[in-house]
């Protein structure tokens, strides 16, 4: 069984940072593209950054030059810094990665989510 678990979501003020970790656990061959997703109560799931086994990323415009995204490989962990956070920031943040397990072939999986909310 595969697991990836969320971490780091909590109420911050307009202009603070927080810091998410996801951490990728159990039977796990190899680990491709990970990535961070939000969404927000009423509308759809959205990207938010990914980045390749290789270090490679990709940002949504809304978050680009304000959150960045990182991972470290030996710990199957990927971690979104998020600053200068903005009203319109708040969401459920899953974790994503596209990983092979023993015995399966690539496949996507998904954190539970950890939420993240911003206000004054």
């Known amino acids: 069984q595969v697991q990836l678990v969320e971490s780091g979501g909590g109420l911050v003020q307009p202009g603070g940072s927080l810091r998410l970790s996801c951490a990728a656990s159990g039977s796990i061959f190899r680990i491709y593209d990970m990535g961070w997703y939000r969404q927000a109560p009423g509308k759809q799931r959205e990207l938010v950054a990914t980045?390749?086994?290789?270090?490679?990323?990709n940002y949504a415009d809304s978050v680009k030059s304000r959150f960045t995204i990182s991972r470290d490989n030996a710990k199957n962990t990927v971690y979104l810094q998020m600053n200068s956070l903005k009203t319109e920031d708040p969401a459920v943040y899953y974790c994503?990665?596209?990983?092979?397990?023993?015995?399966?072939?690539?496949?996507?999986?998904w954190g539970k989510g950890t939420l993240v909310n911003v206000s004054s």
């Open positions: 980045i390749t086994s290789g270090g490679s990323t």
């Open positions: 994503n990665a596209g990983l092979v397990s023993y015995g399966t072939d690539l496949r996507a999986y």
